[in-house]
């Protein structure tokens, strides 16, 4: 079964980077919307961000806009964020994730019902 492994969580301090890497071992990632979610503790899921397949069209929660840079790499199936700028309010599970219907032109979701395939997640702690 088609798998997405996430990976570059880890500890920063306030003001840092970090880039989060998604590597996808399934056969639609180059024509399917992939987005990255986030869930703090006690809290819901979240949009991060999102890229088409088609033209790399990416939209971005209000949150992280400016700091935040969602990118892929079809070749390698492998989705990036690169993160700057991490506040203490960024600490969360981040989660990739692949849309639920391939080959959608330009489609860039934020609701999370809109994928059906999920990683298992990678902690991003952000200390101030």
């Known amino acids: 079964q088609a798998r997405l492994v996430e990976s570059g969580g880890g500890l920063v301090q306030a003001g840092g980077s970090l880039r989060l890497s998604c590597v996808d071992s399934g056969s639609s990632f180059s024509v399917s919307a992939m987005g990255w979610f986030r869930q703090a503790p006690g809290k819901e899921r979240e949009f991060v961000a999102v890229?088409?397949?088609?033209?790399?069209?990416?939209d971005y929660a209000d949150s992280v806009k400016g700091r935040f840079t969602i990118s892929r790499d079809n070749a390698k199936s492998t989705l990036y964020l690169q993160m700057n700028e991490l506040q203490p309010e960024d600490t969360a599970v981040y989660y990739c994730?692949?849309?639920?219907?391939?080959?959608?032109?330009?489609?860039?979701?934020?609701?999370?019902?809109?994928?059906?395939?999920w990683g298992q997640g990678t902690q991003v702690t952000v200390s101030s």
């Open positions: 890229i088409s397949w088609s033209t790399y069209v990416t």
């Open positions: 994730a692949r849309e639920r219907s391939p080959f959608h032109y330009d489609y860039s979701p934020r609701n999370a019902a809109d994928f059906s395939s």
